[in-house]
């Protein structure tokens, strides 16, 4: 399923996104995208909605148009349709090709942070600094020479990262539409069909390899020149080998290796018309080899890392699907035995009627607990209706100092004092500082004006149970699956809400 468009318009990393769709147990279904967007950072909310109500939605939402889930976005009397491409439609037409499904969807900042590192600015920068040198240092063809290089080098880049399922707009547009029935403009059939390996390379990947060899010769033309055209000369077997595969082996013609080509003959026009009475050095010789083996290698082991880690996405996939399967999680859940706590509602957060509850065990000096505490802050603030939630500090005044009951007394003087959301900020101020003076600004506290007997009554209930070692997350009396790390939560907890049965 494709979606190339609607990822991009979101900003989300493509790789990440169908790496989590895929693994998603319920994957290909709508639910799987639903829940995928909302783990990349995209709240929404699904629905299904008869047509005649659509006038009623937003500008923007997500329908399932041609069977892939895609943008909509209302642009006057007609629609604009984001998935594998752009398309416009008008009502009648987005009515007919669409279901009923609708998801409407609200961007946060974690979408933002959640974006793949574009390495684009630097290659373009690169790209730059190669042409100004060509233009204010070189001959006007030699430059010329340079611009074709670098063209070459643009390209097979594109193609390289296509290979990884990195969608290239600029190979789109010049192959135009990849569609069954416009098969013979197709792309494909020569690119990713292309039945060539040498150590794992693919003949495009050479490409890639060649441009690049000639962008760093191109810097040192006229004395380089014997080198780059003998290159130029070889370059003809290529031209040769390519037209011949497109034209009687597969059948049909790719651009972009046309493309490719017609760069190719451009640079042997100008070596053949342009460098002349060139000389010949074996210093410079022994020079090339060295920078194609570096070139040549280089490629190699990032096309061997990106494989590497395709295929280990594919099977994490697979396995992920399994291990996020919800009965599988309730299975291991409810294997732990019940722990059955003393009435206590100490530090008791969220809706405390709600059917689901969890519980934290947790030391406020714990390294690791930040983290857990972080996930049920995020889980209070996404679902304050369908859960309640306790924290359950372990607090032992024999064993603890000073400062530790001065901070335990804040906590309990701030949670009786203070609105919910204000205790929340100050625990989470707390993990992030471990400053107890600003907890202490916060509080009205003095030295035993706060009972914490209730407190210390709900530690023993932890250690009764066990849980010595924090964090432990407890829901609806189960401690937390082993098998899974405390993160998992998100992708089973609204089937957890939803669970009658749980």
């Not at 240092?137 to 097979?156: K, R």
């Not at 416009?182 to 390899?209: E, M, V």
């Not at 034209?247 to 493309?259: D, I, Q, S, W």
Request: charge should be negative.
């Amino acid at each position: 399923m494709i979606f190339d468009k609607l990822i991009n318009y979101l900003k989300l990393d493509k790789q990440e996104f169908i790496f989590q769709f895929n693994s998603h147990p319920n994957y290909p279904s709508a639910l799987a995208f639903s829940d995928t967007l909302n783990f990349m950072g995209v709240k929404n909310d699904a629905y299904e909605l008869d047509k005649e109500y659509w006038d009623e939605l937003p500008e923007e939402f997500i329908a399932i148009v041609d069977n892939s889930f895609s943008l909509v976005k209302k642009a006057g009397n007609s629609y604009s349709v984001y998935s594998e491409k752009a398309n416009t439609l008008n009502k009648e037409d987005l009515h007919k090709k669409s279901t009923d499904f609708v998801l409407l969807f609200e961007k946060t900042e974690n979408a933002e942070s959640k974006a793949a590192v574009n390495l684009k600015p630097i290659l373009y920068i690169v790209f730059a600094i190669v042409l100004i040198y060509s233009f204010l240092s070189q001959t006007l063809y030699e430059a010329l020479f340079n611009v074709l290089s670098l063209a070459g080098v643009y390209i097979s880049l594109e193609l390289f990262n296509q290979k990884f399922g990195n969608t290239s707009s600029v190979i789109g547009s010049i192959c135009g539409d990849t569609t069954a029935s416009q098969a013979a403009n197709s792309c494909d059939k020569i690119i990713k069909q292309d039945k060539t390996s040498i150590l794992g390379l693919k003949f495009a990947d050479f490409s890639l390899i060649y441009f690049t060899g000639l962008v760093v010769l191109g810097l040192f033309l006229p004395t380089t020149a014997y080198i780059v055209k003998g290159f130029t000369f070889v370059s003809v077997l290529a031209i040769g080998y390519s037209l011949y595969i497109q034209a009687f082996v597969e059948k049909t013609f790719c651009r972009v290796c046309l493309l490719i080509i017609s760069i190719l003959v451009g640079q042997l026009v100008v070596s053949t018309l342009l460098f002349e009475n060139i000389s010949f050095g074996i210093g410079t010789l022994l020079l090339t080899a060295i920078l194609w083996i570096i070139i040549f290698s280089a490629v190699l082991y990032v096309n061997n890392l990106l494989s590497y880690k395709e295929t280990l996405q594919k099977s994490n996939a697979k396995n992920l699907r399994f291990k996020r399967n919800y009965e599988l999680f309730k299975s291991q859940l409810v294997d732990n035995e019940k722990i059955e706590f003393r009435d206590n509602e100490t530090f008791s957060l969220g809706n405390k009627d709600a059917k689901l509850h969890i519980s934290i065990v947790s030391n406020p000096y714990c390294g690791f607990c930040k983290d857990a505490h972080k996930i049920m802050e995020d889980l209070l603030e996404k679902y304050p209706e369908q859960l309640s939630a306790q924290l359950r500090f372990n607090y032992f005044p024999e064993k603890a100092n000073e400062k530790y009951t001065k901070l335990i007394s804040d906590f309990t003087n701030i949670y009786h004092n203070k609105p919910e959301k204000e205790f929340l900020k100050t625990v989470e101020e707390w993990f992030e500082t471990k400053d107890e003076s600003k907890i202490s600004t916060k509080s009205t506290a003095t030295e035993g004006s706060e009972n914490l007997n209730p407190i210390i009554e709900m530690s023993k209930d932890n250690t009764d149970a066990g849980l010595t070692f924090t964090p432990v997350f407890i829901i609806n009396g189960h401690q937390f699956p082993d098998k899974y790390d405390r993160e998992d939560i998100w992708f089973f907890i609204d089937e957890l809400i939803e669970d009658e049965d749980f």
